[in-house]
């Protein structure tokens, strides 16, 4: 693919706790970590999916002025974020292996509309739906 | 209204934790000192940030909820009314059937009357629908129109419902 959304940025309080949680506990791979002053561009990436990367961002300087910042942490921080869907082939067992390595689910694996979804959170307020791909079992 | 004052991103972090907790079990008891415990505040301090972050207080909030789930059972099932009431937490039908009409500005039953009735009045849509759609149009062959029909019918079986 050359064409397409290549990368989706959420905002997050620290990227260093953002890092140990999409990589140390999801499983994502870092894609680009780049460092220039106070602004660091980072990006990680779903180890089967190489075409798309997701930013991992803190508001602030030099993109956005000081109370813009805050009131953007402050959003993140009550989940008022737009909802963001990781699609995995088995839903109960990511559950188990998410939840040993101490992710926060908000919601336990329930099986409705044709598949298995769960809930959780990242550790700035970010909401995931965990949903099982169709047809996957 | 004057806009909520600016609040701590971690303690906000916090109260999330507390109205997440809510959200997955709204039928549950939620005491102040029970959610203020998850958010690690004092019980004062937790009502009082959890309105400011969230417009509402958080016995509000819980109702709201839980009326909105009491909605979906009447809308989206055949379960009495008594059952939906102590599933989704209350105790007391009188309780359940007041707060609903504050709510919701119907009574439980008015509501899942108009929600059937509506319901109902949707299921007409699909027909009508069909019935243009079946309309002999006769700018085609029939071996054509019969080759097309085919298509469709595998088109639907193999969508996807979303």
Redo the contacts between chains.
């Keep these: 693919m050359s064409q397409g959304v290549g990368v989706v940025g959420l905002y997050v309080?620290d990227q260093e706790e953002a890092l140990q949680f999409y990589v140390g506990k999801l499983g994502f791979r870092v894609h680009t970590d780049a460092k220039n002053g106070d602004y660091r561009w980072l990006t990680v990436q779903h180890p089967e999916q190489p075409s798309f990367q997701l930013g991992l961002y803190t508001p602030g300087p030099p993109m956005l002025d000081a109370a813009t910042a805050?009131?953007l942490?402050?959003i993140?921080?009550?989940?008022a974020m737009p909802p963001l869907v990781l699609v995995v082939e088995d839903c109960r067992v990511a559950y188990e292996q998410m939840r040993a390595r101490g992710v926060?689910f908000?919601?336990e694996p329930v099986s409705r509309?044709?598949s298995v979804d769960a809930s959780f959170?990242d550790?700035?307020?970010n909401g995931w739906k965990m949903i099982e791909a169709?047809g996957a079992k | 209204m004057n806009a909520p004052p600016?609040?701590d991103?971690?303690l906000?972090?916090r109260?999330?934790?507390a109205?997440?907790r809510i959200?997955?079990a709204s039928h549950e008891e939620w005491p102040v000192e029970r959610l203020a415990r998850i958010s690690r505040v004092s019980e004062a301090h937790f009502a009082r940030s959890f309105k400011d972050?969230?417009g509402l207080p958080p016995h509000r909030y819980l109702l709201t909820r839980r009326i909105e789930r009491a909605k979906s059972l009447l809308r989206d099932t055949d379960v009495p009314i008594t059952d939906i009431a102590f599933q989704t937490g209350w105790n007391s039908m009188g309780t359940f059937g007041r707060t609903f009409r504050d709510i919701t500005g119907e009574s439980p039953g008015d509501l899942r009357a108009r929600e059937q009735a509506a319901k109902h009045a949707l299921e007409q849509v699909p027909h009508c629908y069909v019935s243009a759609a079946y309309r002999p149009n006769l700018n085609i062959a029939v071996s054509e129109k019969r080759r097309q029909d085919e298509d469709g019918k595998n088109e639907a079986t193999k969508k996807?419902?979303?």
Excluded at chain 1, 76 to 79: E, I, L, R
């Design positions: 309080r805050q009131t942490r402050e993140v921080a009550k989940g926060e908000t919601q509309y044709g959170r550790p700035s307020g169709r | 600016s609040q991103p971690e906000l972090r109260l999330l934790r109205k997440d959200d997955a972050a969230f996807e419902v979303p």
